[in-house]
């Protein structure tokens, strides 16, 4: 199961960060990311990580430079640090475990969700 905390309100500028609970058999073997949605919007990537081989990185053109993914053994715990926010990042963020790399999965054919973290950014 996927535990998903740490959304809030910021202003634009500022930073968030968001974490993710695995349990040791989701966690195992799999690759790990989020996925966001604004209102009216289809689901779209974020970022994901693979979770045992090297640390492997994927994140979307429109967070690189400003997001960043990491994981860690000891908590089971994927975190997202997000900075530099902007307004178009407001969404609800859902962590999402699969055993394949994740960038190239359609939302619908991932293996895990977590519950949503809203993101709200004002300008």
């Known amino acids: 199961q996927l535990q998903a905390s740490g959304g809030g309100w910021v202003q634009a500028g500022g930073s968030l960060r968001l974490s993710c609970a695995a349990s040791?058999?989701?966690?195992?073997?799999?690759?790990m990311g989020w996925f966001r949605q604004a209102p009216g919007k289809e689901r779209e990537f974020v970022t994901a990580?693979?979770?045992?081989?090297?640390?492997?990185?994927d994140y979307a053109d429109s967070v690189k430079g400003r997001f960043t993914i990491s994981r860690d053994y000891a908590t089971n715990t994927m975190n997202l640090q997000m900075n530099s926010l902007k307004p178009e990042d407001t969404a609800i963020y859902y962590c999402?475990?699969?055993?394949?790399?994740?960038?190239?999965?359609?939302?619908?054919?991932?293996?895990?969700w977590g519950k949503g973290t809203q993101v709200t950014v004002s300008s």
């Open positions: 990580i693979s979770w045992w081989s090297g640390g492997v990185t």
């Open positions: 999402a475990a699969h055993p394949t790399r994740i960038v190239n999965i359609i939302p619908r054919d991932i293996r895990s």
């Open positions: 040791g058999r989701t966690a195992s073997g799999s690759f």
